[in-house]
């Protein structure tokens, strides 16, 4: 759950939007840059990926059916 930051100074809001902003920016070129890099590998073994996401999202949906 994301809360924003609840303030009545307008500088210090300013800054939080500020940093969140920046934050977002560097996780998301980290994320296509680590998508970008790992591409190749996630082709020539397609197969394999697909089990594995497969089976992990039969696994979550086994987990969430069960409560645990």
Avoid: Y
């Avoid at 100074?9 to 998301?28: D, E």
């Avoid at 998508?35 to 089990?51: E, H, K, Y």
């Amino acid at each position: 759950v994301f809360v924003l930051p609840c303030h009545d100074q307008p500088r210090l809001l300013a800054r939080c939007v500020l940093a969140l902003s920046l934050v977002g920016l560097a996780v998301t070129t980290a994320w296509a840059a680590f998508g970008s890099l790992i591409q190749n590998d996630f082709t020539t073994r397609r197969r394999l990926v697909n089990a594995v996401l497969a089976a992990s999202r039969a696994a979550c949906a086994v987990s969430t059916l069960l409560g645990a």
